[in-house]
């Protein structure tokens, strides 16, 4: 049994479990019922749980096999690194009380790995720079032919990761139970997983844009200083702009994760999904959630 504390990556990935062949029964929480989409509802190996990961006293992950958690992000001004590892905790302690022994446990964040002796397997996927992202230019290039990047200088790439290719490990990893080290048992660090696309640049996603749209004169409006000031602007507290800003940095020329190009560990899962055909999905508003 699968059970997965629902977010939108959740949610596709939610998707993929009740399509496998291997028929998985899976549960998932949701802060609101009422957001379970209805083909989940309609399929009999599928149930909702009311769960807060904020609230430790609704989560009860008894009879589970394999658990997937994604810590959402909060937007409401307070500090996301001490939320985060605390919800994180929230969920670590309730595994320890509910569960004696989880094949498997697949997580989207770091905090929650320290994690729990009751899991065989952790894993940790690390996802590239998520090329939906790129939604936010639609509504500014119709109404006023422009959009913003703060990836300068406009030719510079860096790899990106569709939310589908995600599902899709995530997927992948809670239906495998077998083949990976167990490395709490062993020890050591979780064992980490990093998924990455294609590399593209802000003169590739314009290019992209101006096919899509059959525009020509769509312009670019670069972020080369105050980026955490332009997140500001844009509606984020300052809580979320700052390490936004530094998530921006570091993948730039100069940045840490620039001086030091190399995957953070040695497992890279290489997807295949074009940044074209994503592109297209939000011009249309064809993505799916």
Same mark, same amino acid.
């Given at each position: ?5 629902? *977010?939108?990556?959740? *949610? ?12 998985? $029964? ?35 992950? $008894?009879? $589970? ?5 994604? *810590?959402? @992000? ?10 985060? &590892? ?32 009751? !899991? ?7 996802? !590239? ?24 200088? !406009? ?45 593209? $640049? ?5 290019? @992209? ?15 080369? &200083? ?14 979320? !702009? ?13 940045? &840490? ?13 290489? @997807? ?18």
């Amino acid at each position: 049994m699968c059970w997965v504390l629902a *977010t939108l990556q959740a *949610t596709q990935t939610i998707r993929i479990l009740l399509a496998d062949l291997s028929a998985p $029964s899976v549960v998932g929480f949701y802060r609101n019922p009422t957001k379970v989409p209805a083909e989940f509802l309609s399929n009999p190996k599928f149930s909702a749980k009311q769960g807060d990961i904020e609230d430790a006293s609704t989560l009860d992950f $008894s009879g $589970s096999d394999v658990i997937l958690s994604i *810590t959402p @992000m909060w937007y409401d001004g307070r500090d996301i690194v001490t939320v985060a &590892k605390e919800v994180s905790w929230n969920v670590r302690n309730k595994i320890e009380k509910t569960c004696d022994n989880i094949k498997r446990l697949v997580v989207l964040t770091e905090e929650i790995i320290g994690a729990t002796k009751n !899991a065989k397997e952790a894993v940790i996927v690390r996802p !590239a720079y998520f090329m939906e992202n790129w939604g936010e230019a639609v509504g500014t290039i119709k109404s006023d032919g422009y959009f913003f990047s703060t990836f300068t200088p !406009a030719s510079f790439q860096i790899p990106h990761i569709a939310i589908k290719d995600i599902a899709s490990t995530l997927a992948s990893e809670l239906l495998s139970t077998s083949g990976t080290p167990s490395p709490l048992s062993a020890g050591s660090s979780p064992y980490a997983l990093e998924i990455q696309g294609p590399k593209y $640049s802000t003169e590739d996603v314009e290019r @992209m844009f101006e096919e899509v749209s059959g525009r020509k004169d769509i312009q670019v409006k670069e972020i080369p &200083k105050g980026v955490q000031g332009f997140y500001e602007a844009a509606g984020f507290p300052p809580n979320v !702009a700052k390490p936004f800003a530094e998530m921006n940095n570091s993948i730039l020329e100069r940045g &840490k994760l620039f001086e030091s190009p190399e995957p953070r560990t040695k497992d890279v899962k290489i @997807m295949k999904t074009e940044l074209k055909d994503i592109i297209e999905e939000l011009w249309n508003g064809a993505v799916k959630e």
